[in-house]
């Protein structure tokens, strides 16, 4: 193991000590603090991830074990999420910073720091009622977050919190009857040494908690609102950053007890398959672009789940290379990652859509790609991602899934990641169409101006989702690092 007290640490207290300052400082100095402090995170995220490079990385901060301690792990799995946060997430505070008027108010800052930092705890914490915490700090944040988007957001938020709550209340119990069982708190030991039925339950409870929070259909509800009705510089986290953290520790606990959540993770796997197939279908059905870019997070969020049943029933380890379990976990995370990218160039797309002309309404943006043709290519490159196709990291990621349905002989699994990929088009096609056909009429509305640097931020991370498709092998190679 490798000593990293200072950059694991430092990931998760350099956002906490900004988002006390950001409360405290008059609203015009917030954005530049957030601006400097979230490329701060940034080189320090990076400083934990590269220190991943050699294996999984264990620590303890100020030199105390655990239970008196705090125990720091950061895997392979693990460095590339707070990594893919920290790159959204400094892109997120520059769109902020450059579009005001998409933040809901001046609260957004240290709400948004907060929440980043409690994202960063999840992914580094190794002992149970840390992340507990770490989980409930981004729920809160994210919660505050939608709130600011007014009296229209104000029902979405409480029904977030509703949901929220039971989330929290299940996973807690959870983690009471591991602790009653095992003594320990440490993520690692617990379930080394858990078994039996109380396994099958505490996994059970913490799994409906965790897919609620994931919004994996059909406990999606509160989820399209909330996106919906939140600032324009909110929905890119909500969509592409907080709902991974819970996805994160529900990975760990089904994969980490494999016996016990091997029935399990086939009922997920059915949910991932009905998310695949009833959210493109849901988003066809809207007229409004954010309800359907929501609806696609919905729809995504089947990916992550579909591959489940592989992993946990393969006979050899998802650390070991070449197996079906391997291919699958590694595919599911690229499909994480490219979603976290793509899903936040068009959540920030359609910010400025409606900033620029009042509505997200579909018909009223025709001919978008002639006025605004770098927010339209951003979406396009976005949606060739999250579809899947040739060189993008969707591609890599599916690639990978198929490749563990050979291995496997799960044959279903091409079919549903074939059916998925055509929905997925589909409700793209139609979401981009409009707004590359040139209207017959002149349209009723011209769009504001919007500055170009602005709008290049979403292109910036559209493109990447695109590029990151040609790393897929030094991506892989930190997916089979340490394990999760």
């Known amino acids: ?102 933040t809901g108010g001046p609260a957004f800052w240290p709400l948004w720091l907060g929440c980043w930092a409690g994202l960063n705890a999840v992914y580094v914490s190794d002992d149970l009622f840390n992340i507990y915490v770490a989980l409930e700090v981004v729920t809160l944040a994210a919660i505050a977050l939608v709130a600011l988007g007014g009296p229209p957001a104000w029902s979405a938020a409480f029904r977030y919190l ?91 606990l089904v994969l980490l007890l494999p016996q016990a959540g091997a029935l399990l993770a086939w009922v997920l796997g059915a949910l991932g398959v009905l998310a695949l197939l009833g959210g493109p279908i849901m988003a066809l059905r809207q007229s409004r672009l954010k309800p359907v870019v929501a609806y696609s997070t919905v729809a995504q969020a089947g990916y992550w789940f579909v591959a ?34 793509a899903k936040a160039a068009l959540f920030m797309s359609a910010g400025i859509l409606k900033e620029a002309y009042g509505t997200d309404e579909l018909d009223a943006l025709g001919g978008a790609g002639a006025s605004m043709p770098m927010i339209v290519m951003a979406m396009g490159t976005a949606a060739v991602s999250l579809a899947g196709l040739p060189i993008t990291l969707g591609f890599s990621g599916k690639w990978q899934l198929a490749t563990a349905a050979v291995i496997g002989s799960h044959w279903w699994l091409i079919a549903v990641l074939l059916l998925g990929t055509l929905l997925s088009a589909a409700y793209l096609v139609r979401t981009l169409r409009p707004m590359l056909l040139i209207p017959d009429d002149e349209p009723d509305v011209r769009p504001a101006h919007v500055p170009l640097h602005v709008q290049a931020i979403p292109m910036t991370l559209g493109l990447l989702a695109v590029v990151l498709g040609f790393a897929t092998v030094p991506i892989l190679g930190i997916v089979s690092r340490g394990g999760l």
């Open 1 to 102: 193991m490798i000593d990293a007290t200072l950059p694991l640490g430092g990931a998760v207290l350099l956002p906490v000590l900004a988002a006390a300052v950001a409360a405290c400082l008059p609203r015009r100095a917030r954005p530049w603090l957030g601006v400097l402090a979230s490329l701060a995170t940034l080189v320090v995220v990076v400083l934990a991830a590269v220190s991943n490079l050699t294996g999984s990385v264990q620590t303890e901060l100020g030199g105390w074990t655990p239970p008196l301690g705090i125990g720091l792990r950061l895997t392979g799995p693990g460095a590339l999420l707070i990594l893919m946060t920290a790159l959204v997430g400094a892109a997120i505070s520059l769109y902020a910073a450059a579009l005001p008027s998409g």
């Open 162 to 252: 509703m949901i929220a709550v039971v989330g929290a209340m299940l996973f807690l119990l959870a983690v009471g009857l591991i602790f009653a069982q095992t003594g320990t708190l440490e993520l690692h030991a617990a379930t080394d040494s858990l078994g039996g039925t109380t396994a099958a339950l505490a996994v059970s409870l913490a799994a409906t908690g965790l897919a609620l929070k994931v919004a994996l259909m059909p406990l999606h509800g509160w989820l399209i609102p909330a996106h919906s009705a939140a600032p324009a510089a909110v929905s890119p986290l909500l969509s592409a950053l907080v709902v991974k953290a819970s996805l994160y520790v529900l990975w760990e």
């Open 308 to 341: 489940l049943p592989v992993i946990v029933t393969d006979d050899s380890s998802a650390a070991t290379p070449g197996t079906a379990a391997a291919a699958a976990l590694a595919g599911t995370l690229l499909l994480v990652l490219s979603h976290g990218v």
